[in-house]
């Protein structure tokens, strides 16, 4: 499995961006859960947003009312969308997915790269 993801770049504050991840496909196993986190310089990655197979979401409170994580058309794609973007949300952003193997059952967790938001003040 490998996840690629798309649209970090720099940003004034209050300005808005849009991440897309991709996953890729296996006739062996299908995509549950799909999360975007967040590592700033000097501290600890953190969960930003995540989106269950049904749809259910979760936002950090510092992202809530901000960002909103949606999934794609197919269930290896997740997209997060960041509104009125501040200093603070300056990070590399990851995507994360849970991968379900039809065979066994058991799930296992990937990352995407990295990609660079930053936010000027």
């Known amino acids: 499995v490998q996840l690629q993801a798309s649209g970090g770049g720099y940003v004034q504050a209050g300005g808005s961006l849009r991440f897309s991840c991709v996953g890729t496909?296996?006739?062996?196993?299908?995509?549950?859960?799909m999360a975007w986190y967040r590592q700033a310089p000097g501290k600890q990655r953190e969960l930003v947003a995540s989106i269950s197979s049904g749809g259910r979401t979760n936002y950090a409170d510092s992202v809530k009312g901000r960002f909103t994580i949606s999934r794609g058309d197919r269930r290896n794609t997740v997209h997060l969308q960041m509104n009125s973007l501040k200093h603070e949300d300056t990070a590399t952003y990851y995507c994360?997915?849970?991968?379900?193997?039809?065979?066994?059952?058991?799930?296992?967790?990937?990352w995407g790269q990295g990609t660079l938001v930053t936010v000027s003040s």
């Open positions: 496909t296996s006739t062996s196993s299908t995509y549950e859960s």
């Open positions: 994360n997915a849970e991968v379900k193997l039809y065979y066994s059952g058991n799930s296992r967790w990937y």
